[in-house]
């Protein structure tokens, strides 16, 4: 009895013995060996495959004339710096080469000749060789049934110094435990998330106006703007913007199109990328819009606009053409439309519009002649409210006549006059009647009633072979004169008006 207890607590002197660590080697891998040359090592990037599994990649080339020992080894065990933390029981570890399991399981061991506390991981019997350039060497970490153990390199692995947590450093050795080739591998950082996309530029809104404006909202004959007339300035609006920012390479995100046509009032917007691609062609707006309104007023205004003024602007979008939000482009342009003026009639008479109860609407209309070779310009007269009911003038209850300011070298091109009173069936037809040579006018009797003036119209049939722009005296295109004249020929109010 005696004997058998002197036997164990000899064995256990033995055993204590035997953990003790030495110290003799402090630094990894805790022992005598050569370190370099050698054929092997471990390339530094480790690819994780989830689940604990972490794959190493082996490089086995010999350096160029190398003929030392450690550059003609085998490879027969793989030793990993690891925390003594990590030194639990019967841990949940394997390891494959090639997805093949090693005939030996990893196993993690104090490092007899370390100091204290140094422990490594070894997968030994791997029998690996100058032939199997890289290999996949994998571990799989697990915990034991208690929950204890390291699951990831950031646990498992002591780094060098000044290293982060999860570098690992491996020892290769043969089978001699000559040669310990040192590596140093981790799994690679994920990428610092990108900067947030910078935020894009805020959008130029831009909207292009042409309007109508009646300052005092009284125009005798209001006028408004065709379906057709909309359609064709607002297209026009739109491919010369469009054309412009294609030339000075300024982008349109939001096409420009056509908003909004109301009576007196077009609109078209769009959208550029930035307002510093709109403000590219800012030199070239600030002179359009003198463009789109000689469009609109012809350069010398129709009759049917007189006392409108029309207003072509860019800005942001807004209602109030003479006040519109600032945009990346801007620009402003308005013409007062007023009649020219004419040196008729060549009497003394009182010419003022409205004078009396009879007028001449400012729209003119066109229609085939009574001949083959004549067309026909048609005048409507309509009855007012005088400015001044009271007077000479106002109390006019009759119209005696009409008389145009046209060119008298051009007689021989107008055939006929037509006349037509309110109610009427038709025109009749008479010769033209002119003035003295140099007076410039062209006279048709009517003696119309306040009932047959109200829709009366009158007819120049003029030969094709002349315009009505030729015919007719004064700076605006396709637009007439004619006075209107009482019995007593002292009330002669003057109207214009154009072609539509």
Request: aromatic fraction near 8%; proline fraction near 8%; charge should be negative.
């Given at each position: 009895?005696?004997?058998?207890?002197?036997?164990?607590?000899i064995?256990?002197?033995?055993?204590?013995?035997?953990?003790?660590?030495?110290?003799?080697?402090?630094?990894?891998?805790?022992?005598?060996?050569?370190?370099?040359?050698s054929?092997?090592?471990?390339?530094?990037?480790?690819?994780?495959?989830g689940?604990?599994?972490?794959?190493?990649?082996?490089?086995?080339?010999?350096?160029?004339?190398?003929?030392?020992?450690?550059?003609?080894?085998?490879?027969?065990?793989?030793?990993?710096?690891?925390?003594?933390?990590?030194?639990?029981?019967?841990?949940?570890?394997?390891?494959?080469?090639n997805?093949?399991?090693?005939?030996?399981?990893?196993?993690?061991?104090?490092?007899?000749?370390?100091?204290?506390?140094?422990?490594?991981?070894?997968?030994?019997?791997?029998?690996?060789?100058?032939?199997?350039?890289?290999?996949?060497?994998?571990?799989?970490?697990?915990?034991?049934?208690?929950?204890?153990?390291?699951?990831?390199?950031?646990?498992?692995?002591?780094?060098?110094?000044?290293?982060?947590?999860?570098?690992?450093?491996?020892?290769?050795?043969?089978?001699?435990?000559?040669?310990?080739?040192?590596?140093?591998?981790?799994?690679?950082?994920?990428?610092?998330?990108?900067?947030?996309?910078?935020?894009?530029?805020?959008?130029?809104?831009?909207?292009?106006?042409?309007?109508?404006?009646?300052?005092?909202?009284?125009?005798?004959?209001?006028?408004?703007?065709?379906?057709?007339?909309?359609?064709?300035?607002?297209?026009?609006?739109?491919?010369?913007?469009?054309?412009?920012?294609?030339?000075?390479?300024?982008?349109?995100?939001?096409?420009?199109?056509?908003?909004?046509?109301?009576?007196?009032?077009?609109?078209?917007?769009?959208?550029?990328?930035?307002?510093?691609?709109?403000?590219?062609?800012?030199?070239?707006?600030?002179?359009?819009?003198s463009?789109?309104?000689d469009?609109?007023?012809?350069?010398?205004?129709?009759?049917?606009?007189?006392?409108?003024?029309v207003?072509?602007?860019?800005?942001?979008?807004?209602?109030?053409?003479?006040?519109?939000?600032?945009?990346?482009?801007?620009?402003?342009?308005?013409?007062?439309?007023?009649?020219?003026?004419?040196?008729?009639?060549?009497?003394?008479?009182?010419?003022k519009?409205?004078?009396?109860?009879?007028?001449?609407?400012?729209?003119?209309?066109?229609?085939?002649?009574?001949?083959?070779?004549?067309?026909?310009?048609?005048?409507?007269?309509?009855?007012?409210?005088?400015?001044?009911?009271?007077s000479?003038?106002?109390?006019?209850?009759?119209?005696?006549?009409?008389?145009?300011?046209?060119?008298?070298?051009?007689?021989?091109?107008?055939?006929?006059?037509?006349?037509?009173?309110?109610?009427?069936?038709?025109?009749?037809?008479?010769?033209?009647?002119?003035?003295?040579?140099?007076?410039?006018?062209?006279?048709?009797?009517?003696?119309?009633?306040?009932?047959?003036?109200?829709?009366?119209?009158?007819?120049?049939?003029?030969?094709?072979?002349?315009s009505?722009?030729?015919?007719?005296?004064?700076?605006?295109?396709?637009?007439?004169?004619?006075?209107?004249?009482?019995?007593?020929?002292?009330?002669?109010?003057?109207?214009?008006?154009?072609?539509?």
């Open positions: 009895m005696r004997l058998t207890v002197a036997v164990l607590a064995l256990a002197l033995a055993i204590g013995a035997s953990a003790q660590q030495t110290g003799l080697y402090p630094s990894f891998p805790y022992c005598q060996c050569t370190k370099t040359p054929a092997y090592r471990l390339s530094p990037t480790v690819t994780s495959t689940a604990g599994t972490y794959c190493f990649t082996l490089s086995a080339k010999v350096p160029a004339g190398c003929t030392h020992k450690c550059c003609k080894a085998d490879l027969k065990k793989i030793e990993f710096n690891v925390n003594d933390a990590c030194d639990v029981f019967s841990p949940s570890l394997k390891a494959t080469i997805g093949v399991r090693t005939k030996v399981a990893p196993a993690i061991n104090k490092a007899q000749n370390g100091p204290v506390g140094s422990t490594t991981l070894v997968l030994t019997q791997l029998g690996l060789g100058l032939g199997n350039d890289g290999a996949q060497v994998c571990i799989t970490l697990g915990l034991n049934k208690n929950g204890k153990g390291c699951t990831t390199l950031e646990e498992l692995c002591v780094p060098p110094a000044g290293m982060p947590a999860g570098v690992c450093t491996a020892a290769l050795f043969d089978s001699q435990n000559d040669c310990c080739p040192l590596s140093q591998a981790n799994v690679p950082s994920p990428p610092p998330p990108s900067p947030p996309p910078p935020s894009p530029p805020p959008r130029c809104e831009v909207c292009a106006y042409i309007a109508l404006v009646d300052p005092e909202n009284n125009a005798p004959f209001p006028y408004a703007f065709s379906a057709d007339e909309c359609d064709s300035y607002a297209q026009t609006l739109i491919d010369d913007i469009t054309a412009q920012a294609g030339d000075a390479g300024a982008t349109i995100v939001t096409p420009f199109a056509k908003v909004d046509c109301q009576e007196r009032l077009i609109k078209v917007c769009g959208e550029f990328f930035s307002n510093e691609e709109g403000a590219l062609i800012q030199d070239w707006i600030g002179e359009q819009v463009v789109w309104n469009m609109v007023t012809g350069g010398q205004c129709p009759a049917y606009l007189s006392g409108y003024s207003v072509t602007a860019v800005g942001g979008d807004g209602s109030d053409v003479n006040s519109l939000p600032m945009s990346c482009l801007n620009a402003f342009k308005s013409t007062a439309c007023a009649p020219e003026t004419v040196d008729f009639p060549k009497c003394q008479c009182t010419t519009a409205f004078a009396t109860p009879f007028a001449v609407k400012p729209m003119m209309s066109e229609m085939a002649g009574p001949s083959k070779d004549t067309t026909s310009y048609c005048f409507e007269l309509a009855v007012v409210a005088p400015a001044n009911p009271g000479a003038c106002g109390k006019t209850s009759t119209v005696n006549k009409a008389e145009f300011f046209a060119d008298d070298t051009k007689r021989r091109q107008i055939k006929s006059i037509g006349i037509k009173p309110a109610g009427a069936a038709g025109y009749k037809w008479v010769a033209p009647s002119w003035g003295a040579v140099g007076d410039q006018t062209l006279k048709v009797t009517l003696g119309w009633s306040t009932a047959q003036a109200a829709g009366g119209r009158i007819c120049l049939e003029l030969y094709n072979t002349t009505l722009d030729d015919f007719c005296m004064g700076a605006a295109m396709d637009t007439c004169w004619l006075n209107l004249f009482d019995t007593t020929r002292n009330c002669c109010p003057l109207y214009t008006s154009s072609l539509v």
